[in-house]
């Protein structure tokens, strides 16, 4: 029982960042290390994909039979359906932005696959992106609606007489919300990406004391492994995810009346849809 | 005594969230075996949803072991 309790104490410190021996994250040179190594990866693919592209005959040029510059289309349209399927049809403009979170953050996840750490698991790359993504969306919300119609579309619905103090309550829980997005973004980042690394920590762990395969030196099945499929799966996940909720704080606060209006109208309609 | 109350505390969180996660899968697959033409959409705002109650589970687990110590 003593034993019981004193591992899962242990274990729950590491899980609030209080831990003793154990690593947290990369640090800070580990975190410029694996940063340089995933914008290596993703400026080395994208100059290479951008081979083909002045040629006379357009081929998609291939790496080791890999369709980098097709993988590249992919993820445009992906981005583009995400942006203007969430936003609506002024959506294609921040297209651009969208792109670069989902694959800095979707190769950094990537790492965590084949690295012990990787950006995203640290939470202080992922605060940083969510900074970055935030105040994104407030200065194209600033842009769209003029400074001071963005900050009156944090006071609610216009009320008047003695009613003014509920709006102004609402401005300082609004405010208090836009600011924890921050904090829900990298949180949930982080916590997927480490936890993932300390399930499969804790899966390998098990494999040692279960099935000791070389007694004394330490040999043991890698039962984490099994874990790298849902891994995966998490890493696209997201990505996706954090795209998907900064596509979906644009569309609030670049939200215009006319909208509806535009969308009867400006969509084509598809052959199939009846 | 501590680890006690909060590896069962994280136990029930885990419960109750997976419950809500299974809720969601539970609507949002019969809503896309009903209308299959709007997968696309099931899908996206199931993500959403669901990530926000992944996030429950999260805050419990990085936030409450550091407020009870």
Request: with cysteine.
């Given at each position: 029982?003593?034993?019981?309790?004193?591992?899962?104490?242990?274990?729950?410190?590491?899980?609030?960042?209080?831990?003793?021996?154990?690593?947290?994250?990369?640090?800070?040179?580990?975190?410029?290390?694996?940063?340089?190594?995933?914008?290596?990866?993703?400026?080395?693919?994208?100059?290479?994909?951008?081979?083909?592209?002045?040629?006379?005959?357009?081929?998609?040029?291939?790496?080791?039979?890999?369709?980098?510059?097709?993988?590249?289309?992919?993820?445009?349209?992906?981005?583009?359906q995400l942006c203007v399927g969430t936003i609506g049809a002024h959506g294609r403009k921040y297209v651009v932005m969208i792109m670069v979170f989902w694959m800095l953050v979707f190769f950094s996840?990537?790492?965590?696959?084949?690295?012990?750490?990787?950006?995203?698991?640290?939470?202080?790359f992922n605060l940083g992106l969510a900074l970055v993504s935030i105040g994104y969306v407030q200065w194209e919300g600033i842009k769209a609606n003029g400074l001071?119609?963005?900050?009156?579309?944090?006071?609610?619905?216009?009320?008047?007489?003695?009613?003014?103090?509920?709006?102004?309550?609402?401005?300082?829980?609004?405010?208090?919300?836009?600011?924890?997005?921050?904090?829900?973004?990298?949180?949930r980042l982080?916590?997927?990406?480490?936890?993932?690394?300390?399930?499969?920590?804790a899966m390998n762990e098990l494999g040692k004391n279960i099935?000791?395969?070389?007694?004394?030196?330490?040999?043991?099945?890698?039962?984490?492994?099994?874990?790298?499929?849902?891994?995966?799966?998490?890493?696209?996940?997201?990505?996706?995810?954090?795209?998907?909720?900064?596509?979906?704080?644009?569309?609030?606060?670049t939200h215009h009346e006319d909208e509806h209006h535009e969308e009867g109208h400006g969509q084509p309609v598809p052959a199939g849809a009846h | 005594m501590t680890g006690n109350v909060l590896g069962l505390g994280i136990g029930i969180a885990a419960l109750g969230v997976g419950i809500g996660l299974g809720l969601i899968g539970y609507g949002a697959m019969g809503g896309m075996a009903r209308q299959p033409e709007a997968i696309g959409k099931l899908q996206v705002n199931m993500l959403i949803a669901l990530a926000f109650v992944e996030l429950v589970f999260l805050l419990t687990v990085f936030i409450v072991p550091g407020s009870l110590r």
């Open positions: 029982m003593e034993v019981w309790i004193g591992t899962s104490t242990s274990w729950l410190a590491a899980a609030g960042e209080h831990g003793g021996k154990e690593h947290h994250g990369p640090g800070f040179w580990g975190l410029v290390f694996y940063i340089g190594l995933v914008l290596a990866i993703l400026f080395g693919l994208m100059s290479f994909a951008k081979t083909g592209l002045k040629s006379r005959v357009f081929t998609k040029p291939t790496l080791f039979g890999l369709p980098v510059l097709g993988a590249f289309e992919q993820i445009y349209l992906f981005i583009e996840n990537l790492v965590a696959l084949f690295f012990p750490t990787a950006p995203t698991a640290d939470l202080s001071f119609g963005h900050f009156r579309h944090f006071a609610g619905p216009k009320l008047g007489g003695m009613l003014i103090l509920i709006s102004l309550i609402i401005f300082v829980i609004e405010i208090i919300s836009e600011l924890m997005k921050n904090v829900s973004l990298s949180l982080y916590g997927n990406i480490d936890g993932g690394h300390r399930a499969a920590d099935i000791p395969l070389g007694g004394d030196t330490g040999l043991s099945i890698p039962i984490g492994a099994f874990l790298m499929p849902i891994k995966l799966l998490t890493c696209v996940v997201q990505a996706m995810i954090f795209c998907l909720l900064t596509c979906v704080y644009l569309s609030l606060v | -």
